[in-house]
């Protein structure tokens, strides 16, 4: 970054003389320190999973969540600043209870995604705000089908099959992208989202963390909730044992 | 388009809403009757548990009288819907001052603050009579009644409700032994004779008055607290 | 002359300052109307029945709307009175479970909460003087405690063994009293629906604003099941002998 220092990244109503709005790719930069957060599209629905790094072993095992329902088909997971996702969260919960009012139809992806872009890309026009330290990923079930969107701090947001947030997100998405995900059901997905969560994370840098899977999909009535327990078991111990096999073979390799 | 023909909705019948010119009504009158005897060291409190409408009864058992958190009880007769919301309001004051003051109030200072309560909505009444009954600072029966409005009186006995007009009398001259020859108005009555009396008008009250009747929640409350029974009326 | 003035819904109509006495006038009447809900407890929870009628003052308008609604895994309401009341109140019903939903603690909506919260609506706009014109009926069963509540647009509420709204508090009633009181644990589910069927019966026999097309719900400790409409037998042959009244 050329232009550090320069006087230009001290605010967004100002732009660098190359272009670029620095406390944008600041915000981006709280994002890429946080636990992976990954989404994956499959063809009966949607996974959310995400390695929720613990700073205590204090802390009460599941307390804090980091996947949250905005509606009953919405299910959103960020990687960022905890604070602000949860006001992004409420924001999103206002606009699906106020496009049900309007409409009395659930809040379609698309929409939801649109409206939490241009909420965050307000935050990139004033000079007395600061943009969102969040990538917020939004798992949905709607009528044209599962959808995943997730949402930049710069406002942008995308559709996607699979997506990655966090300091692991390089290693997730290219393990995401072997992944033959719309030929996959999300009981599969939960497993591969398991191994993905367990393979980004940097037991070097983090020693404590959580996996926290959610799904909406058929299985699940179309509604957004967390994956039932004995499943996650299930996927925790596939995802140690692929770990482990890799392990091995890396050992093979050397020998 | 005129919708006035529909004035009188199908699903209503003549007793639901009273109208005053062109303005709805927001008030009923749940009917029932309620009462309270104080003695030397005890209340004698009771409220039969019919709630009606017009000549519909709603329910057998709906109670009108409520233990509240101070160990006092409060019978309402009037509009139901008012009542509870009374109680809530007035609990929702006695929590407010258990925790400032680390202490439960006192009989005559939630007497006077129910009459805050209900001037305070003076010009919008909660449309209910609360007798509020407990024992007072020396440990002796207290029963403070109240119209609408928040007019406060402390008596001995008093009688509301849609039978107040015969159970009043009634306790004038049991309780109270009014213009009677060798009485002494100011006398207590003890407790079996308060019980007695309590449980005899409203069996009279019952037999006489339709919004009267089905079961009767009794209170006694001395210096271990409070008592409560329930007894059954007539279900006719 | 006056101007014509055209009156809409109370609903819809905005507070209008009166011209003679400042006085602050709403019309107040309900629109399109459901008549008589029935309800009572029996030995597996409640059974509750509604005919699918909404009418416009003398008008059958609409022949096929539902008037009974579940709220969360295991209550039931039931409705009569203005229509356009209950889907405001069916609206705010379901923001409420989804806010529950959103909570994500494991807990569920209660039947006592959701009677509170309904009894909370009708209270507090009664107290607007802008009522919602309905008559509501909750049900539930929670931990084998069966629950069965009335509230109405004056917020009086109260619980009973059984409960009839409108009509239903004239003609029904008394024969839920008679056949139910004081037996709410013995009665098995085929007589249930017996008893719920003849109240039915009397009702369209004898109330106009009702239908032969209605259904019926129970609460059990299975949930909430709500039946597709469906008509009962009925008997006109008495009509022959009636003479008289102008015919």
Not at chain 2, 138 to 150: E, H, I, M, Q, S
Not at chain 2, 177 to 192: G, H, M, T, Y
Not at chain 3, 147 to 167: C, E, H, K, M, N
Request: hydrophobic share 35%; proline share 3%.
């Amino acid at each position: 970054m050329t232009s550090i220092g320069t006087g230009y990244d001290l605010s967004v109503s100002t732009y660098s003389p190359d272009g670029r709005i620095f406390q944008v790719e600041y915000a981006q930069k709280a994002v890429d320190n946080s636990g992976t957060a990954i989404g994956l599209r499959v063809k009966d629905g949607v996974v959310l999973a995400v390695e929720k790094i613990k700073h205590s072993r204090l802390l009460v095992p599941e307390s804090n969540r980091r996947i949250m329902t905005a509606a009953k088909h919405v299910g959103i997971v960020s990687a960022g600043w905890m604070s602000d996702t949860r006001h992004l969260v409420k924001r999103a919960r206002e606009e699906s209870r106020n496009y049900h009012d309007t409409y009395k139809r659930d809040v379609p992806a698309k929409i939801l995604a649109e409206r939490m872009g241009m909420y965050k890309q307000v935050y990139t026009l004033y000079s007395a705000v600061r943009p969102f330290g969040v990538g917020t990923i939004m798992a949905s079930y709607d009528a044209d089908g599962p959808q995943l969107y997730m949402v930049e701090p710069s406002g942008q947001y995308f559709g996607y099959h699979g997506c990655a947030a966090g300091k692991g997100k390089q290693v997730a998405k290219t393990e995401i992208e072997k992944l033959k995900l719309s030929e996959m059901t999300v009981r599969e997905a939960i497993k591969e989202a398991a191994r993905i969560i367990y393979s980004a994370h940097d037991e070097t840098k983090d020693k404590l963390f959580e996996l926290e899977l959610s799904w909406v999909c058929e299985e699940s009535g179309r509604k957004h909730q967390r994956v039932p327990k004995e499943l996650i078991e299930e996927a925790i111990q596939y995802a140690e044992r692929a770990l482990d096999e890799d392990d091995d073979e890396m050992d093979d390799d050397e020998e | 388009m005129d919708f006035a023909q529909f004035q009188q909705a199908p699903v209503s019948v003549p007793t639901e809403h009273h109208s005053h010119g062109n303005r709805w009504d927001p008030y009923v009158d749940n009917g029932g009757t309620s009462l309270a005897i104080a003695g030397e060291d005890f209340v004698v409190v009771a409220s039969d548990t019919r709630q009606s409408n017009g000549y519909s009864i709603n329910s057998r058992y709906s109670p009108k009288a409520f233990e509240l958190s101070n160990g006092s009880v409060l019978a309402t007769t009037g509009y139901h819907a008012d009542a509870l919301k009374l109680v809530e309001h007035i609990e929702q004051r006695a929590q407010l001052y258990f925790h400032k003051h680390d202490r439960a109030m006192n009989v005559s200072a939630m007497a006077q603050m129910l009459s805050g309560i209900l001037y305070s909505k003076r010009f919008f009444p909660y449309y209910v009579f609360p007798i509020l009954s407990g024992l007072d600072a020396k440990g002796k029966g207290a029963v403070y009644t109240y119209d609408p409005v928040g007019n406060m009186e402390r008596v001995n006995y008093q009688a509301y409700g849609s039978a107040s007009a015969l159970v009043q009398p009634f306790l004038d001259s049991q309780v109270g032994f009014k213009n009677q020859r060798n009485a002494d108005p100011s006398r207590l009555l003890e407790r079996p004779q308060a019980v007695k009396l309590a449980i005899d008008a409203f069996t009279g009250a019952t037999e006489r008055d339709i919004h009267t009747g089905d079961w009767l929640d009794l209170f006694i409350i001395d210096q271990d607290g409070i008592h409560q029974t329930k007894r059954e009326l007539k279900h006719d | 002359m006056d101007a014509i003035k055209i009156q809409l819904p109370h609903t819809v109509q905005p507070r209008a300052e009166n011209a003679n006495d400042g006085a602050v006038s709403r019309t107040m009447q309900p629109i399109v109307t459901g008549t008589s809900v029935v309800a009572f407890k029996y030995k597996d929870g409640i059974m509750m029945a509604a005919d699918t009628l909404a009418s416009y003052g003398s008008l059958a308008r609409f022949r096929s709307e539902k008037r009974l609604m579940a709220v969360g895994d295991n209550t039931l309401v039931g409705v009569s009175g203005d229509l356009s009341d209950f889907q405001y109140m069916q609206h705010v019903l379901e923001d409420l479970e989804t806010r529950e939903l959103c909570m994500d603690d494991d807990q569920t909506l209660g039947t006592k909460s959701v009677y509170k919260y309904i009894s909370n609506i009708m209270y507090n706009r009664r107290t607007k003087v802008d009522p919602l014109w309905n008559s509501y009926v909750v049900a539930g069963l929670d931990h084998d405690e069966k629950f069965l509540g009335f509230v109405d647009l004056y917020g009086t509420r109260y619980q009973s063994p059984t409960i009839a709204t409108g009509f239903g508090a004239h003609l029904a009633q008394p024969i839920l009293r008679k056949r139910v009181e004081g037996r709410e644990d013995e009665i098995e589910e085929e007589e249930a629906l017996a008893i719920l069927d003849d109240c039915m019966r009397v009702l369209f026999y004898r109330d106009a604003r009702s239908f032969n097309k209605l259904r019926r719900a129970k609460v059990t400790a299975q949930g909430v099941e709500i039946s597709e409409p469906y008509s009962l037998e009925t008997n006109w042959d008495f009509a022959e002998s009636i003479v008289g009244y102008g015919g």
